[in-house]
């Protein structure tokens, strides 16, 4: 397939509410293909649709398990908070930490058009957060609690808490 230009913060797309995949068609199916292709080319577990330009509502995820494509994803259950850093493809060099919920239930349509439901925790729950924000024009700095520096190995490490990070 193809490897598609991912935009960068600063492009107009990423701040736009996508718009929903009226059907999907064998246009989407090589829309997701090579969202798959260019996520996997950039090293990343998740792309959305408005990453490579395209204002519909499409995600990608692969966290070890698998491509999944999500059209139309909406989470309808929520549960539990978690704090960790993330990053993203269209913030290169940027990474805090954001709070998401620990666990979600996504409907969605499959690539093939059927409807589904995914109950997520852990690092997919977080991931599918992630790309569901891009859907609506949110970038995980909106929702950043403190960005996290580079440290150079001189300076050695130091750990904040999730209670340290729940009591701002």
């Known amino acids: 397939m193809a490897i598609m230009e991912i935009v960068t913060v600063g492009h107009d797309v990423l701040r736009q509410e996508a718009k929903p995949v009226p059907k999907v068609t064998k246009k989407v199916q090589t829309l997701v293909k090579n969202m ?16 490579i330009g395209v204002s519909q509502r499409i995600i990608v995820i692969d966290i070890g398990e698998g491509p999944t494509a999500l059209v139309n994803p909406t989470i309808e259950e929520r549960e539990g908070l978690d704090i960790d850093v993330e990053g993203c493809l269209s913030i290169p060099g940027v990474n805090g930490y954001v709070r998401r919920s620990t666990r979600v ?15 997520a925790e852990g690092v ?16 995980f700095i ?13 300076a050695g490490c130091s750990e904040q808490t999730v209670e340290q990070q729940e009591s701002r």
């Open 36 to 51: 798959i292709d260019t996520m996997y080319h950039a090293d990343g577990v998740g792309l959305a649709a408005p990453q």
């Open 105 to 119: 239930v996504v409907a969605y349509l499959d690539e093939k058009g059927k409807p589904q439901r995914l109950h």
């Open 124 to 139: 997919l729950s977080r991931a599918l957060q992630h790309e569901l924000d891009h859907l609506d024009g949110v970038l």
């Open 142 to 154: 909106d929702n950043m609690l403190e960005e996290v520096k580079p440290q150079s190995e001189e």
